[in-house]
């Protein structure tokens, strides 16, 4: 495809979507949402998003990542998809994951070497620096104020979830929509999470308390998140013992550390994260349907060529056979069930 319709598509994309929020919008408009939908006809994987202002800074964001792909396309470059935990939950927090996710880019990237490109959702959400400077620049260019927006009404799961469908699935060239842009996907497990906290300690408990220590001092936005209202950092003493509401905002403290140390020590991987329960489906779907393609039964390949299939790593291996063709529970989908055979 010529560079001219692809620079007209994302110039449609933002003359609409400025004539669509010329004069502002309402907190409706904000919050409204879709019905439940696929996002590729066809694909059985369905997600809620916001239809209003977010799914236009979305399409943009669409359309950016696809540019990157084809960019690296152009390079030769084998491409590689990184499933990972993102947002905050379960006493993880996104900026750390973002860290997480840098760090095993960087790992693969230096011991797979220069013939690869590795596709970080991390880079392209609200939880990086990255993501939110591409938002805020989509945003602009539509006429959107972002911070009154997010007010408003923050992105759902199944408005990224959308995205990344649209991202894993969507090509042009037969097989249509069936992952041609992907060589493999790589989902971060445990060992890979363990590699980055073991940098800044002997221990897996000393890396992971040392980091939080390091980032409680240093940074602004992870301090106010783990810190509890009104606490007070005063010694207790004989004369002077701490009060009830004291005792219980630093047992509180405790709680929201050894929670974070529970995550990233016993948690953190793919296993744990909504999002990337939807992308194994994806995963899994995707081979399945290149499969169902090339089944012959004169060539001996009743159930297909295993041969088409995309590559699957976990936690620095290839995924075993039985385990690839295996459903997962549903992340942010809202299929009645999740794709079967």
């Not at 994951?97 to 596709?119: C, P, Q, S």
């Not at 649209?166 to 060992?191: H, S, W």
């Not at 990233?264 to 991987?269: N, Q, V």
Request: overall charge negative; charged content about 25%; glycine content about 8%.
């Amino acid at each position: 495809m010529s560079a001219e319709p692809i620079h007209s598509e994302r110039e449609t994309l933002i003359k609409n979507g400025r004539a669509r929020w010329a004069d502002g919008f309402s907190d409706s408009d904000a919050t409204a949402l879709s019905e439940a939908t696929a996002p590729v006809n066809g694909f059985p994987m369905e997600y809620i998003w916001h239809t209003g202002p977010w799914k236009d800074i979305f399409d943009l964001q669409i359309d950016l990542v696809k540019s990157d792909i084809r960019r690296a396309r152009a390079e030769d470059k084998l491409i590689v998809y990184l499933s990972c935990p993102i947002s905050t939950r379960g006493g993880s927090y996104g900026g750390t994951n973002v860290d997480v996710a840098k760090h095993v880019e960087r790992t693969l990237l230096e011991r797979w070497g220069e013939a690869f490109w590795i596709l970080n959702p991390a880079q392209y959400q609200l939880e990086s620096k990255a993501g939110t400077g591409l938002m805020n620049q989509h945003a602009e260019q539509l006429g959107i104020d972002l911070d009154t927006l997010r007010m408003k009404a923050q992105p759902l799961g199944g408005g990224y979830m959308r995205m990344w469908t649209k991202v894993l699935v969507e090509n042009k060239e037969d097989p249509v929509n069936t992952g041609q842009n992907f060589d493999a996907f790589y989902f971060i497990g445990p060992t890979d999470v363990q590699s980055f906290f073991m940098k800044s300690g002997e221990t897996l408990t000393a890396g992971i308390q040392t980091y939080f220590a390091r980032k409680f001092a240093t940074n602004a936005d992870f301090r106010d998140y783990f810190s509890v209202p009104e606490i007070v950092w005063e010694q207790s003493k004989p004369s002077a013992p701490l009060g009830e509401k004291e005792q219980k905002q630093r047992h509180q403290w405790g709680k929201v550390r050894k929670a974070f140390l529970r995550y990233y020590s016993l948690r953190a991987s793919v296993n744990f994260s909504l999002g990337s329960h939807d992308e194994w489906l994806i995963f899994r779907f995707l081979n399945k349907t290149r499969r169902d393609a090339t089944r012959n039964d004169a060539k001996y390949m009743r159930d297909g060529d295993v041969g088409e299939q995309i590559a699957g790593f976990f936690d620095g291996n290839q995924i075993d056979p039985a385990s690839s063709e295996q459903i997962v529970s549903r992340g942010y989908s809202t299929q009645s069930t999740p794709p079967q055979d």
